[in-house]
């Protein structure tokens, strides 16, 4: 995968980032996390308080320098109930995504996250669920959780990855996304993100603004499927997202919706 992403970056992208971009993104994320954190005190069913995750995640790509587009939004209304796998390039995924989908969700997400101040504190009072990828028990008990949540009419979103890519490239998937789709008998709606990467990559500090894409792919059906047919609903939607990633590189792609 080529990166537009300069090395080194510009001098003039540093400054930006250091005396603009992160400056308001902090502003931001402690204006809106403390708002939901209010209202999370009688929002039960986190409604509002989904609402204000996606101001802050527009507000995050805004003060990025960034325009956000989605492919393909029609599949992401379709099929609302589902499990929506997406790959994962940087921290500001979770602000594409939250920006992007426009229906409520939960996320499945690495409990690192939840000791980070309003960040985690939102994760927590939102209902979002922590997933442990380095205890097999803990784990099964996150996906109980998120089976749990699927049947009672509430999408999840997973990075099948576990973890940012350290390249740009897709890594091998987790079977979480699909066991979790298959138990609960909803679609799989691979998703695939560009230009997150080249905006922020892993261990990088600098901002490098442009233009971010979500594209989603046609959701695969898991009516009838089995356990035993995980890893190769696995595989189905790893290679869907590659696709979908190519025809960002070129391929004729879905019409686009501006959201920014």
Known sequence: MSSARPNPLPRLNRWRTNVVHVPLMFLSTVAFGSLSLLVSLADKRGRVQHRIARAWAKSLIFFAGCSLHVEGMEKLTRNRVAVYASNHTSYMDTPVVF??????????????????????????????????????????????????????????????????????????????????????????????????????????????????TLMAGEPIETTGMTIRQTDELTERVRSAILELSGQAEGEPAAAETSLA
């Open 99 to 212: 920006a992007a989908l426009p229906f409520q969700f939960r996320i499945l997400a690495k409990k690192e996250l939840w000791p980070i101040a309003f960040i985690g504190w939102y994760l927590d009072r939102s209902g979002q669920i922590p997933i442990d990828t380095r205890n097999p028990h803990a784990t099964l008990s996150s996906l109980g959780a998120g089976v749990k949540a699927l049947r009672a009419g509430m999408p999840l979103f997973v990075f099948p990855e576990g973890g940012r890519t350290p390249n740009g490239e897709l890594q091998n998937f987790l079977s979480g996304a699909a066991y979790l789709a298959i138990r609960a008998q909803v679609p799989l709606v691979p998703i695939a993100l560009s230009g997150v990467y080249d905006l922020l990559p892993i261990h990088a500090r600098h901002l490098y603004s442009g233009k971010l």
